[in-house]
């Protein structure tokens, strides 16, 4: 007995170390492809209208985008890398196939087949894909079938580091068609305060899927932070401080929309940069003669005030001169006194837009100026320092705030005011508009 047990100890032994499994090597293989075509030239040879790309052409471009946490869908995004002056160009591919992410991973160099896809430039942004013809019979770009998106979308072994795609970039700098689908970091960023104590999926503020918050810096720039239901983190509370976030550029209609891939895009460790002063006129009635307290309201010619309007759910002041018929109108809208007295560095921003302007002119504007003399009523009497600021002009969509820039205050101390002086014509058509101006802030060091 005691022979057995001992062999049979020593066949277990044998056994166990004999059998041992290794873990696989995942090769790859390398498809032989030579790119004859860059996607800069299928920017160009497309359109807002779907067409089929009919050449053997072949472009190579790196995967930015990932489906990996939900937040895209069906979707890829691709960018070129760039190189000296040629910088690089995204766009996208909608497939009809869900974890693409296995196939295709952030930074894996894919070669796209374009013969016989349909091309278009939606919103500013080059995609490829099948054609799909809406209900109404028009012509757009649909998802590639699953049995057919390997074929084009072609995988090869090499991979680069994100690091070496990723552009840093402000949220100005984002504002543009070029940088569509592709992957940027935004610097010294924030949420806004509604998001605050909020979650990034929010089924109150639900659109389309989606929850759209918005993110600022230091000057007033803001994008939207779009975020979808299906997100793994769409339940996670909006980060409370400031830093960076990493993700893709898209764009809706004429809203620039920002997509983070991971929640790990998100690195916001920072302190908040709270402004001293801040006015958003979410508190404004709609349409009738602005007033708030400590704001002054002033005609200097004709008769007209400037108004509080509240338009898809956003409150700010409007002056507009249709209705009006006076040759010449001039009125200005002035803040409470602000005290600069223990801040460094002040910096004044806002926001601003237009809507029906027919004309650039100085006949028809919106100009910004400091006080820190006004009395609260005679604006004559007052020492008016005009200061340089962004304004929407007539090639600024209709109803699009943008930011001012940041606006140094550190030559001024001790009790200021901010106005917004408006000129304009309601005699002369050619001179009608109106300008619109909200989130008016000032932020300093302690």
């Not at 022979?3 to 277990?12: G, P």
Request: glycine share 8%; proline share 2%; with cysteine.
């Amino acid at each position: 007995m005691k022979k057995i047990v001992l062999f049979s100890t020593l066949s277990l032994v044998f056994i166990s170390c004999s059998t041992e499994i290794e873990t696989p090597k995942l090769e790859c293989t390398q498809p032989d492809f030579t790119v004859n075509k860059t996607v800069e030239k299928v920017y160009e040879l497309s359109s807002p209208t779907a067409r089929q790309y009919t050449y053997d052409d072949i472009i190579e471009a790196y995967v930015v985008s990932s489906d990996e946490e939900g937040n895209f869908f069906k979707t890829i995004s691709f960018q070129t890398k760039s190189a000296g002056k040629n910088k690089a160009i995204g766009f996208s591919v909608p497939l009809d196939a869900s974890n693409s992410y296995i196939d295709y991973r952030v930074g894996n160099k894919v070669y796209v087949k374009l013969k016989n896809q349909f091309t278009d430039l939606y919103y500013g942004g080059l995609r490829v894909g099948s054609l799909y013809v809406s209900g109404s019979g028009d012509p757009t770009i649909g998802r590639i079938s699953q049995n057919e998106f390997k074929n084009v979308l072609n995988a090869s072994c090499a991979t680069i580091d994100e690091n070496e795609l990723v552009e840093s970039i402000s949220i100005e700098e984002a504002l543009n068609d070029s940088k569509l689908n592709t992957l940027i970091e935004l610097n010294n960023v924030e949420f806004t305060e509604e998001a605050l104590g909020r979650h990034y999926f929010e089924e109150t503020n639900n659109v389309g899927g989606s929850t759209n918050w918005n993110l600022r810096d230091n000057t007033g720039n803001q994008i939207i932070f779009r975020t979808s239901g299906y997100a793994k983190f769409a339940d996670h509370s909006v980060s409370e401080g400031s830093g960076k976030v990493r993700g893709i550029l898209t764009k809706f209609g004429s809203d620039y929309q920002f997509m983070v891939r991971f929640e790990s895009d998100i690195k916001m460790n920072g302190k908040r940069n709270t402004p001293f002063f801040a006015e958003d006129f979410q508190s404004v009635k709609n349409n009738v003669n602005f007033v708030l307290p400590g704001w002054s309201n002033i005609v200097e010619k004709a008769a007209k005030l400037w108004k509080s309007m509240v338009y898809s759910g956003n409150g700010y002041a409007e002056f507009n001169t249709t209705s009006t018929t006076a040759a010449e109108n001039i009125a200005w809208l002035i803040s409470p006194k602000i005290n600069l007295t223990g801040y460094k560095n002040p910096v004044l921003s806002f926001r601003s837009a237009q809507h029906d302007l027919k004309t650039d002119s100085l006949l028809n504007t919106l100009e910004v100026y400091v006080s820190s003399n006004f009395d609260g009523s005679n604006i004559t009497k007052a020492k008016w320092t005009k200061l340089e600021a962004k304004i929407p002009s007539l090639a600024t969509p209709a109803r699009q705030f943008i930011s001012s820039g940041g606006i140094d205050l550190s030559a001024y101390s001790g009790n200021i005011n901010i106005a917004f002086r408006y000129v304009g014509s309601g005699k002369d058509k050619t001179l009608n508009g109106a300008f619109m101006v909200d989130d008016v802030k000032i932020f300093g060091e302690k």
